[in-house]
Nanobody, 122 residues
Framework: QVQLIESGGGLVQAGGPLILSCAAS????????MGWFRHAPGKEREFVTT????????LYADSVKGRFTITTDNAKNTVFLQMNSLKPEDTAVYYC???????????????WGQGTQVTVSS
């Protein structure tokens, strides 16, 4: 089992930054991809970004490329999502997930956090 706990969500003005954290515990080495997804009201769950815990390879959704950065602190088993130049359309609940492959498909992620709300005001 893998436990994931997100933190860092909140209210931010458009154009501002925000950092989300995801602390992982349990059998994390059986899952090598750490991803972020988001779910806005009335919309489908959306892939944001993912990183390979071992080699650091990353993948980003086009909508966040150049604005968001995913990193890891392997010593602390923590994944970070640095979000810059935030837009109102980035408003959503953001979920951290642990999976088997560094891809954008939610079905490949076996464990999910409880989510953290990010609200971007215009």
């Amino acid at each position: 089992q893998v436990q994931l706990i997100e933190s860092g969500g909140g209210l931010v003005q458009a154009g501002g930054p925000l950092i989300l954290s995801c602390a992982a515990s349990g059998r994390i080495f059986s899952n090598i991809a750490m991803g972020w997804f988001r779910h806005a009201p009335g919309k489908e769950r959306e892939f944001v970004t993912t990183i390979n815990w071992s080699d650091g390879n990353t993948l980003y959704a086009d909508s966040v490329k150049g604005r968001f950065t995913i990193t890891t602190d392997n010593a602390k088993n923590t994944v970070f999502l640095q979000m810059n130049s935030l837009k109102p359309e980035d408003t959503a609940v953001y979920y951290c997930a642990a999976g088997r492959l560094t891809l954008a498909y939610a079905s490949l992620y076996d464990y999910w956090g409880q989510g953290t709300q990010v609200t971007v005001s215009s």
